[in-house]
């Protein structure tokens, strides 16, 4: 009779608070044992205080959802699924605001969110699809962004407004470092790097992207600098080879050779 007493005022509380909503009891009929299926619409959980603490409901478009009030009744916590079957836990703040997400993109890849206080995203932890990791943090003008590179590699960008990228180090699958300087209009103004075979090289370029002035040591002691016009096309060198022979060479715009120094010997 004990199990009898407990489960009696469940079925009738759900039936009144769902008003008249379908309640379907399974073994209703066996007043001895407690009923095994409660079937609803809509679960409600009240305090003492008859204020709604938890609900698990179905929104009209067929997905499920379990929600947790605090004692002011405002949302603190929401799991549920989205359209596509994927999962989702949102934990909000005293205000009701959400602050952090938990989800699974594509294919299962995790994703972490934290929201500031207008709701804008300001950090993001996630595992991408390729599995490379990820982590990001973004401001109103400004973003950083730490990511792993497909084959092993690792990057670091710094960049003025969300999505724009200013600086850029990295590694890159073959090992090779590297740093990268772009302008206003994201395309490469200056970029460092050390090549797999150990040669030092400085570029820089204009607003076509393309490098303009070149600088490199190579691990033989043989060094260069080289001038090119706004197209890319070698106009100018000053090379010194291993022997620390100095040479000087100009071309013209299709890159034939028009001055040289010193002469080459016949």
């Known amino acids: ?24 009891v399974g073994a209703a009929d066996r007043k001895d044992e407690p009923p095994q299926v409660i079937r609803a619409q809509r ?3 009240l305090d003492s205080a008859g204020g709604a603490r938890m609900f698990l409901d179905v ?27 994927s999962p989702t836990l949102h ?25 500031d206080a207008s709701g804008n995203v300001r950090a993001t932890l996630a595992l991408e699809a ?9 401001g109103p003008n400004s973003g950083l962004r730490l990511a792993e590179i497909d084959g092993g590699g690792a990057a670091l960008t710094l ?34 790097a050390v090549t797999p075979d150990g040669t030092s090289l400085v570029r820089l370029g204009h607003s076509a992207g393309k490098p303009q002035i070149e600088l490199a040591a190579h691990p033989d002691g043989a060094s260069g600098l080289q001038l ?29 050779p028009t001055f040289v120094a010193p002469a080459a010997r016949r």
């Open 43 to 45: 679960f409600e959980v």
């Open 159 to 192: 960049g003025n407004q969300p999505g724009g990228s200013r600086i850029s180090l990295a590694v890159q699958t073959d090992g090779t470092p590297g740093i990268r300087l772009t302008g206003p209009d994201h395309k490469p103004h200056l970029g460092m």
């Open 130 to 138: 390729a599995g490379n990791a990820l982590l990001s943090f973004e």
């Open 228 to 256: 090119a016009d706004q197209n890319g096309a070698n106009r100018a060198s000053l090379r010194v080879a291993t022997n620390s022979v100095p040479t000087i060479r100009l071309n013209d715009e299709k890159g034939a």
């Open 1 to 24: 009779m004990a199990s009898q007493r407990f489960w009696l005022p469940v079925v009738v509380a759900a039936s009144a608070a769902f008003g008249g909503a379908m309640v379907s």
């Open 91 to 115: 934990l909000h703040d005293e205000r009701g605001r959400a602050r952090m997400a938990f989800d699974l993109g594509p294919g299962g890849a995790p994703l972490v969110r934290f929201h």
């Open 59 to 85: 929104s009209p478009a067929g997905v499920p959802g379990l929600f947790l009030m605090d004692g002011q009744e405002k949302l603190r916590a929401a799991l549920a699924l989205r359209e596509n079957g």
